[in-house]
């Protein structure tokens, strides 16, 4: 969402442009797309409802090792989404 403020992705195609925050290269889709499924249905009124027991939005396939750090990033999400919609609700309507 930080990539595309006030969006949540709606395919992996948006998702090219995101670079990997500890090396600052391109993430490779590829081995996460294998790692992790994303729901690109979601909007940010969803993610905002959501909670850490219920947090659907990505979820990993396979094992994971660290319960504590996806709790940690899905409430990152669903606060950048409540940030977000508080945000849009706030903003001036365009006049055209």
């Known amino acids: 969402m930080e990539a595309h403020p006030g969006q949540w992705p709606q395919s992996w195609r948006e998702l090219e442009t995101v670079k990997d925050p500890s090396t600052g290269k391109p993430m490779d889709l590829y081995t996460i797309q294998r790692r992790v499924k994303i729901d690109f249905t979601l909007g940010l009124e969803d993610l905002e409802k959501q909670s850490e027991s219920t947090f659907t939005a990505i979820q990993a396939i396979g094992p994971t090792y660290s319960d504590s750090e996806s ?6 999400i669903i606060e950048l989404a409540k ?8 903003a001036p309507v365009s006049q055209k």
């Open 83 to 90: 940030k977000y919609v508080k945000l849009q609700a706030h």
């Open 71 to 76: 709790a940690n990033q899905a409430n990152q």
